[in-house]
């Protein structure tokens, strides 16, 4: 299979369904397949970032560990989350749970136009 | 050259997804609004102000299908975008090198 | 052209899997080629042909069928997220298939434009 470049788009925040756990997995399918998977948290998404310091009833394990995979697994090209959209929900980098890159929101939709491939969720 | 077609498909007035749509688009971008991003187009609305485009580089369009099944076709649009049917939906979709949809 | 479709929008909940179906009718009007609708998240629910419209509604699984049928297109749903959500061989309505994610990404690979519908 050829390779083009994936850009998975993450700005929404889920909690008591699957769909962040579901939406990594394609990203680790595709990088497996040796395409360039990029990822990106903004807007409401990067809630899904924040250290969690206790687990509840909704405890999302699976996302945790499927995160983690994705931080570590070093076929993902980059994962990205968007600086303005830290800064408008009052957040800063001490708040993520994975060290991550932080990227302007200019840079990000330039990205966006040079991309092959889209996926949100 | 146009790049990444933009599709916005929910309404302004309950859902970020336009306003975060906005925020990122550039002059490589086109916008089509489907579903109910439509009711974006209301020209009284307080969100019509944002599509007042002045570079004119920029493009917005809007599904036929969808405003004709909400009863917009009867009220007033703004009137700097460019409406399509399904069959000029696909047609913007093979004329850009990249789709995003918004939700 | 080849186009790709992803849904992940099931057919009772939001427009998105109907907007999905008319834009593979009309694509295929327009003679580009459809490589393959994937379906994933709550848009495998559009497989389950135990779905039954009541008094005039539209039955998009009954469509999604005639589609394959008509057409050749390729319809396939997620294992993973049809196992999450009951959708299995058992009750797949016709023209549908079951098969991995990696129909997602090879199809996104091999078509010049993947479109996603969701909501």
């Known amino acids: 299979m050829k390779s083009k470049s994936f850009l998975f788009i993450n700005r929404k925040v889920f909690f008591g369904n699957s769909h962040i756990v579901e939406m990594l997995d394609v990203a680790l399918i595709a990088a497996s397949l040796n395409q360039h998977v990029h990822l ?28 983690i995979n994705i931080a570590d697994f070093n076929n993902i090209d980059h994962v990205w989350v968007e600086r303005e959209s830290l800064i408008e929900r009052g957040l800063g980098e001490s708040d993520l749970k994975i060290p991550i890159t932080v990227i302007d929101r200019v840079t990000l939709s330039n990205i966006m136009n040079d991309i092959d491939v889209i996926v949100s969720v | 050259m ?60 809007v599904l036929w299908e969808d405003l004709v099944i909400r009863g917009l076709d009867k009220h007033s649009l703004i009137s700097n975008f460019q409406i399509v049917d399904y069959l000029g939906f696909v047609q913007l979709v093979a004329n850009h090198s990249v789709v995003q949809s918004w939700f | 052209m080849k186009f790709a479709i992803l849904v992940n929008s099931g057919p009772l909940n939001y427009q998105s899997a109907y907007s999905a179906l ?48 008509d057409n050749k297109v390729d319809l396939v749903i997620c294992i993973t997220a049809g196992l999450r959500r009951g959708i299995r061989g058992i009750n797949l309505a016709s023209g549908f298939r079951i098969s991995g994610l990696g129909e997602l990404v090879e199809a996104s690979v091999y078509a010049d434009r993947l479109i996603t519908f969701g909501s």
């Open chain 1, 40 to 67: 990106a948290f903004l807007d409401d998404g990067v809630f899904q970032l924040i250290k969690l310091h206790e687990q509840n009833i909704l405890s999302r394990e699976t996302f945790e560990v499927s995160l």
């Open chain 2, 2 to 61: 146009k790049k990444i077609l933009h599709i916005v498909n929910k309404s302004p007035f309950t859902e970020d997804a336009l306003q975060s749509c906005l925020n990122h688009f550039n002059d490589f971008a086109t916008l089509l609004l489907i579903e109910n991003g439509v009711y974006a187009m209301l020209e009284d609305s307080t969100f019509a102000k944002r599509f007042t485009f002045s570079d004119g580089e920029r493009s917005v369009y």
């Open chain 3, 22 to 69: 008319i834009f593979a009718q009309s694509a295929i009007k327009l003679e580009h080629s459809l490589f393959r609708v994937f379906f994933y998240l709550d848009g495998v629910y559009n497989a389950n042909r135990f779905i039954a419209a009541l008094n005039n509604e539209n039955n998009l699984v009954q469509v999604w069928s005639k589609l394959a049928k």
